[in-house]
């Protein structure tokens, strides 16, 4: 199978959304949100559907959003009521923004093993005022295409503990929970900071 085509997430923006807004993101925000300070500025990298975005501003966070899908970053925009910025987060000019944090959830799930360093390293140093990340990624061994045609990489947790240690980051919270979806996927999840 080949790996899924960039506009999937355009094409398929109304699915996604609904497939993926009703879910609670608490079990994973809630580590999270212990380590900010109230009122932080958050930038959610990925933002999809922007269930996180609105869970966040509920708990009076200043969140925006970065999503790559027009599609998906107009209903992320229109759902959860918080700016959203139309950009590929792997060319973004990250540091024309001042953010308290960054949230990355399930945002780096398609970046291939050999480039994740690259990718991170260049959120994590462009973002210069950032301190405090969230990150979650698939945890197994090699990769997973899915039916729609998406290709997932799966990670072990010292491999990506490896990357975070190349890229200035250090682990404050860890947590491994299963797919809300009922997939039965694990996931490992990482509040991080610099």
Request: charged residues 20%.
């Amino acid at each position: 199978m080949m790996p899924f085509s960039q506009d999937y997430y355009d094409v398929n923006a109304r699915s996604y959304h609904e497939s993926t807004y009703g879910l609670s993101p608490s079990v994973f925000l809630e580590p999270f949100i212990r380590s900010l300070a109230p009122g932080a500025s958050i930038l959610d990298i990925g933002c999809g559907s922007g269930r996180d975005m609105r869970w966040m501003k509920e708990r009076g966070f200043s969140v925006t959003g970065l999503e790559r899908s027009r599609r998906l970053a107009n209903l992320a925009k229109n759902t959860s009521g918080c700016t959203v910025l139309e950009a590929d987060f792997e060319t973004f000019d990250f540091s024309a923004g001042d953010w308290d944090a960054a949230m990355m959830v399930g945002a780096l799930v398609h970046i291939p093993h050999a480039r994740l360093f690259a990718v991170l390293d260049r959120i994590i140093s462009g973002c210069c005022t950032m301190r405090t990340a969230l990150i979650t990624l698939k945890e197994g061994t090699g990769l997973v295409d899915a039916a729609d045609g998406r290709r997932f990489y799966l990670w072990q947790d010292r491999d990506i503990r490896d990357i975070f240690a190349q890229t200035g980051l250090t682990v404050s919270s860890f947590f491994r929970n299963f797919s809300a979806t009922g997939s039965g996927e694990s996931w490992l999840g990482y509040v991080t900071v610099k």
